[in-house]
Each structure stands twice: as C-alpha cells, then as structure tokens.
C-alpha cells in the first residue's frame, strides 16, 4: 500500500540555522500537505501543493513539491524558537484522493 | 461548534472492555477522519467517510475496530474487547471536501488500556 516517508527523524539546531525536512511517497500524489505538531498538541494544517514543481513560501518556510509528485521538501530559513515541533507531510495517492497517508515526521528541536 | 471535537479526552479501560470513542466534526465538514497516533510517531490511518458512507476502511487493524457515521455529522469509533496494545491517541480530523482542502485536527482522546 502506500506509504510515505520522512526524513530525518530527529533535527537539532541552533537558533537561527537552517533546517529542511524530506518527503518520499513510494506512490504518486494528487496533492501533498505539511502539518505542524506543536508539543502536547494536535497537528495544525500549514499548506496544501497540487501541481509538479510547485514551490510556495510562508514567511520563512519554503514548500516544494517534486516533478514527479512523489517527494516534498520544507525548509526553514533561520530557525527560530517558536519553530519547535514536529513537522508531518500527508500525501493523497493520485488513485485514492480521499485517504491522507502521514509519514513519521520531523522533530524539531532549536536551541536558543 | 468552532473545531473538531473528540469525547472523552482520557479514557482508562481494562482490558476486555469495549469502548466507543466520538467525534463531532466541524459543521458542514464533507470528510471525516480517524487516526491512532503513538507517541513519537505520526497519525497511522484508519478509516473515513465521506458524508454518512465509510469509502476506506483499509487502515483497521482487526476486526475488533469498527466506525460509523449514520447521519453523516458524529461519527463513533467502537473497540471492542480491548488489549493493550489498543493503549494510544485516537484523533479525529474533518474537511470541507475530500480532496484539495485541509483537515482539522481534534484534540484526541487518549486510550489507555489496563
């Protein structure tokens, strides 16, 4: 079935270095969506790509989706405190677009 | 109401008890979802619906797992002859469609089975 990876598992910085986490569905995607989890909490949307290529900034955060709609990155420019979480990718098979598949996730960690 | 909301939030049962755990999705909200989510890890599918009709039950684990959302609101996700190893977060999230929008995360509800 599908299945989607994230790596790494674990990433330890300090405060104001960057940071990137990587995405790999063993399938291709309609979409693929970015969550936050802060600690204690429950995953928070951050932002949904649909088309091959797709690159999309927040603030610090860029989002990227790859050509082949089977990997996605985030990264984080110059980390600050309130970035500390963990960071979960969800990606809808381009054959099932109802059921969102999550990988492990990224935990954050940022030392002031 | 304003988000999802999952009831109870903590849940202590012994083992070999049934439990039902329930969801009131966000009002309007098309898709609804079930995940079990152990500590350190992130949400494991289970099931969802779209509308009142249950489209992928593939994320199950066993036939002692069952949901259901008859009206298409509430939906109640039913253990029945819990073991331990059921002990976990159980969230549920809803959307406004099934594709293109993002889900909505309740707060969880917290199984422990002793």
């Known amino acids: 079935g599908q299945q989607v990876m994230q790596i790494p598992q674990y990433q330890h910085v300090q405060e104001g270095e960057d940071f990137t986490t990587y995405c790999n569905s063993s399938?291709?995607?309609?979409?693929i969506q970015w969550y936050k989890q802060r600690p204690g909490g429950h995953p928070v949307f951050l932002i949904q790509?649909?088309?091959?290529?797709e690159v999309k900034k927040q603030k610090r955060l860029t989002f990227q989706f790859g050509e082949a709609k089977k990997n996605s990155s985030l990264h984080i420019t110059a980390t600050q405190t309130t970035d500390v979480g963990t960071y979960f990718c969800a990606g809808r098979d381009s054959s099932n677009t109802g059921k969102l598949i999550f990988g492990q996730g990224t935990t954050l960690q940022v030392k002031p | 109401g304003a988000g999802v909301s999952q009831s109870p939030r903590y849940k202590v049962t012994k083992r070999g008890q049934d439990v039902a755990l329930r969801c009131d999705p966000i009002?309007?909200?098309?898709?609804l979802y079930w995940y079990r989510q152990a500590l350190g890890q992130g949400p494991e599918f289970l099931t969802y619906?779209?509308?009142?009709?249950?489209?992928?039950k593939s994320g199950l684990p066993n036939d002692r797992f069952s949901a259901e959302r008859p009206e298409g609101s509430i939906s109640t996700l039913t253990i029945q002859r819990t073991e331990q190893r059921d002990s976990a977060m159980y969230r549920c999230a809803s959307s406004l469609e099934q594709v293109a929008t993002e889900a909505f995360f309740g707060q969880g509800t917290r199984l422990t089975v002793v």
């Open positions: 619906f779209n509308y009142e009709a249950q489209q992928d």
């Open positions: 009002s309007g909200h098309v898709s």
């Open positions: 399938t291709t995607l309609s979409n």
């Open positions: 790509l649909v088309k091959s290529g």
